[in-house]
């Protein structure tokens, strides 16, 4: 653990442009004295702004770096035109090159997923990386694994997550031994499917990589917080999480709607507005913002596109816990303890370009 | 459509015992005056049911089968054992033998599905079945499938689900041509695994089955209503519908915890009592209960295992609906004017457990 921690800020993704950035920015140094940031674009737009933000400016640095990828682009297109110019490769090649302990950028997604995959290559010993996004439940906050890096997955795949997801959890809510669960549609071990059956095989003989194997979990236990970390295929954990999004901003105008029906209604919600505010504010999708790259040589969080400088801020927060725990190095510890896994589950080679497609 | 829906019961399944099935039946018929019931179970069990129940025993028959299949039990084990000769295979086999129009139990859902297959047989042209859920949205109820009867499916299988729900929507939505949409991690149209694409492919091109196809959704469209149909393969649809039921449990959760917070809030909770009860109502799950087994030579309704006699009643609703729609002859036509898929497109046998695990 460095006792300073250096984030490394692609700050022209994003729709609100770079402004919402330097604002988020400072909101994160008010609150870690030991934080500096090294900011990634053009230097015509960042130094005014640099100039602007005075407190930041003490402890921070631009590079320049001309080129801006499009929220659009197709990955492809954006990895042609964007390597080695853009500020989003500037801000991984900063992590690359040991200049800082984490990228934070709010760009295009399968763009920054492809430019990473890249420029930072996937750790020895994990075959794809895995985005990790962390999900509020009654108990406390959970990390589910994969939200949509990869879709598809083979057991060792799910094996490989378990271990990152496991090692995120140790660092984010301070725990030596985090349960873990794989999703699955029953809780019986006659359900499910062949990779997801014998990736429970393998984490129930195993142990040594610092969690706790709990079994089979099922999408009703990702709200109830069962497990730390829930461990799936990236197609089944995407819908997943846009599944409860959807759910959440539903159920919200039910509520909406039901407090507006009478004029008694109205007033009830009036009183008890201090009450439907910190409802609201609990289920701000502001306060947990940022998707965690896994599995890569470097640690990277996707913020919200649209986010605002309360948003960027919480994904400078999570930036700074998992660079002040070394989460790579934890990362390589705990994949070692753990040991490899026999060929025979490994996947054949020829499918990565398939995959690598189904990704894009 | 036949002038009286009769509708064949498995009185023993569920948690609750036959009573609240014969509640729920009484509550069914107040309702709809031409609905007929076949009861099926121990005689000296459901005969004093029939004389505590004198309106119901005028419009049902009791069938004697003696065996009850346990809610826990394997589904291999339970046909076994309770073909021939278990109140759920009885009722099941009166929807065979044309004496009632659709089949009701709140049994167990695997040996349900195990029964229902290998006594009623996948329609012509459908390979395999699917279950369908009714989910509320903020714009009106809409129908998902496949949420657990298979595991993994390939591009046929999902155009086959995306008739079969057609039809049901046209059933209980009284549209004639209904949207549908195909479940997938992003809307662009690069996404997304082979399949889903090559469905979706199959789904642009043809035409004549009576709905029309919207393209891929997400995860967040659920909630909305996007579309009146959301198609996916078993494992995803399964996690997404349980993942909804305990979003909507947790923010209920967060609801009550920020009305009880204080004093003030409280109050201001009871003055909106009606308008939170009228969300309770809304949110409360017995008033959709009923995954409905698509894609067999008849139609079967599971009800959930611990419902009572309202969400059996609702239950019975479903099935009302779809066997005054003679729900098994417009899915044929449809599938006769959708026309069979040339078989290139069909899965070659041998890459079916790679299939599934590209899946999972």
Redesign the interface.
Known sequence: MSDTVTISIDAMGGDNGPRIVFHGARLALREHDNVRFVFHGPSEVLEPLMTEFPELAAVSTVKHYATVIEMHE?PSKALRTGRNVSSMWGALQTVKDGEADVAVSCGNTGALMAMATFCLRPMEGVSRPAIAAIWP??RADIIVLDV?AT????AQQLVDFAILGAAMAQALFDKSRPSVGL?N?GTEE?K?????KEAAKILTERDGAGFRFHGFV???????GTVDVVV?????G??????????????????RN??K??I??R??????????T??KR??DPRSINGGVFLGLNGVVIKSHGGTDEIGFKSALDLAYEMGRFDLIDKINVALKRFGPIEPATAEPAGQEK?QAE?N?
Chains 1, 2 share one sequence.
Do not use: C, P
């Not at 099922?218 to 109830?224: V, Y």
């Open positions: 197709k439940t009654t949509g879709v598809g997955g083979d999703l549609v006659m499910g499917i062949e990779q997801v099922e999408g009703t236990d990702m709200g109830k799936t295929e990236g197609f089944t995407n819908v997943a999480l846009k599944t409860a999004e959807g759910t959440a901003r539903q159920v919200g105008a039910y509520l039901a407090l029906a009478d008694v209604s007033i009830g919600a009036l009183i008890a507005s201090r009450a439907l910190a409802l609990r289920m398939q189904q894009a």
